[in-house]
């Protein structure tokens, strides 16, 4: 298991951008994989990116294509989400997540052991 810690949420308006940051600390993360999910007022937690650790591929949600990037440091244990043309419908707490062996499921909660305590995201129209 690993200790994940986020940073970089805030407020802005619609069409800016944030930059989240996640550090993992503890242990390794191995062949496994990293990843965000949200969760918006009154809804459930929503994938939103995800990178393999081993072979640096990536996987995204639908309604984030195009506008969200993440991206790693296995060096520093670290992913980032670089959020580009923020919506208000981005508004949510974003969660890093972490396992340190293979998924199957890049999208779904249950293949992640290790979360972090989340981070706020408020776009303002």
């Known amino acids: 298991q690993v200790q994940l810690a986020e940073s970089g949420g805030g407020s802005v308006q619609a069409g800016g951008s944030l930059r989240l940051s996640c550090v993992a600390s503890?242990?390794?993360?191995?062949?496994?994989?990293m990843g965000w999910f949200r969760r918006a007022p009154g809804k459930e937690h929503a994938f939103v990116a995800a990178?393999?650790?081993?072979?640096?591929?990536?996987y995204y949600a639908d309604s984030v294509k195009g506008r969200f990037t993440i991206s790693g440091d296995n060096d520093k244990n670290m992913v980032f989400l670089q959020m580009n043309s923020l919506e208000p419908e981005d508004t949510a707490i974003y969660y890093c997540?972490?396992?340190?062996?293979?998924?199957?499921?890049?999208?779904?909660?249950?293949?992640?052991?290790?979360w972090g305590q989340g981070t706020q995201v408020t776009v303002s129209s």
């Open positions: 990178i393999s650790w081993s072979g640096g591929s990536t």
């Open positions: 503890g242990g390794t993360l191995g062949s496994g994989a």
């Open positions: 997540a972490a396992n340190s062996r293979p998924l199957v499921y890049y999208s779904d909660a249950l293949e992640y052991h290790d």
